[in-house]
């Protein structure tokens, strides 16, 4: 990659201090703040420039694991089932992208013109992403223990709040709240029983939202809802 | 915990010599080895005991980094899409128990009568869960690097297979060997477009085996080839 021009390096340092670590190798932050759009947009102008993709695919397991470490050594309580369940919630676009408004990525980002016109700077998904680079940049230029320093607390709160039950993941009442917001009425299950057990569609106006496979109706119910929860709020966002 | 019986030290001494890796606290590596019906077995008789669960719950994200972090860093010219479909191939309970047989990790196991009597000792689902949970305790007793000398040489194989193509990871090819060779038949697909895109059910001699959801006919297709392949695979094993 080609150097950094002094307009980046001011951005890169700015975010230094928000999170309170300074980049040995300020390109691995550098990339890990080029989206895709702005990455096409300089390589069409003979500027070699990586985008974040590949940093935010390590970012997600490296956050991963930080959650399932804190969840295994703070909670020795909490069981596999509950684990996997706060894990999944924590880990999500929606925790992420909270947490990544938190530091304010969102103006660190580099973008490409229509992404920004289109509102890419105040978006969850690429908001959640950005987050999960970042968090393989801390990991490479610093080791696992860089990424504990700057982003564990962050991530802690959610952990807590989950755990003890003040922020819910029960999916079918998400599910529910979402459709009177947004439908103004209520959801409808329909579930049949098959040879691999039940299979149960989620029905909003007519409309199947989500599709579940499960070995009892409730589970597929619980399948179903979670899915049409997560299209439901992906579609908000594009 | 209670003290370690001294049939049970003599077990993990084995399995150390076989992995090179003595651990500082046995205890963890003995957890790692008690499946669940030998800690319920135990605990009927009052002796506490955990069962591996919990660290099999860690050791998923431990396996899961260690692939990560071999994929971004000696496969520069991998795509995000690439890295992605290897990890899931590399992590899989299919790989994931070939690597638990390498190191006789079936011998090792400590469960209860019943899962004996129906050949726990050699069935695929409690060897890959079991090689996480060694993972995991790895891990704890001695950090990443810990993990990495005694892991990714095993590992490597197996990401250089999918990487360079040698092994195959299309569903769709794969249920397609396996139906002919169990059902003697080919899989048929019925694939309708809907107000979510495409929804694609595969049917083996008269019976849905997977449904999948997709932008587009052929991903949706895919995604159903994928369940059922899964779904093939897990009921063979029980």
């Known amino acids: 990659m080609e150097e950094l021009r002094n307009g ?12 309170e670590y300074e980049f040995t190798d ?15 947009e300089m390589n069409q102008i003979n500027r070699a420039i990586e985008s974040n993709e590949r940093l935010e695919f390590l970012g997600d397991a490296v956050i991963e ?11 020795p309580e909490s069981s596999e089932g509950e684990m996997s369940q706060v894990k999944s919630a924590v880990a999500s676009e929606e925790t992420l992208s909270e947490i990544a408004k938190k530091i304010r990525l969102g ?8 992404e920004e016109k289109t509102g890419g700077r105040t978006r969850n998904s690429i908001l959640a992403d950005t987050l999960e680079a970042i968090a393989a940049a801390l990991y490479l230029d610093g080791g696992f223990q860089t990424v504990k320093n700057v982003l564990k607390k962050y991530l802690d709160n ?12 029960d999916y079918k009442t998400k599910l529910q709240e979402l459709t009177q917001e947004l ?20 029905i909003i106006n007519g409309t199947v939202y989500g599709i579940g496979q499960g070995i009892s109706k409730k589970e597929a119910e619980k399948i179903a809802a979670e899915k049409a929860v997560k299209l ?3 579609s908000r966002e594009v």
Do not use: M, W
């Open 26 to 40: 300020k390109k691995l932050l550098f990339t890990a703040l080029c989206h895709t759009s702005y990455a096409n």
């Open 183 to 202: 439908f103004k009425c209520l959801p409808k299950y329909k579930t049949v029983e098959n040879q691999r057990g039940f299979t149960s569609q989620v």
């Open 232 to 234: 439901i709020l992906n």
């Open 158 to 169: 959610y952990i807590l709040d989950y755990i003890s039950g003040k922020k819910i993941f």
């Open 65 to 75: 694991l930080l959650v399932c470490e804190t969840l295994y050594k703070e909670f």
């Open 8 to 19: 980046e390096r001011a951005v890169l340092k700015e975010l230094e201090r928000i999170i």
């Open 107 to 114: 103006h660190f980002l580099f973008l490409g013109k229509g």
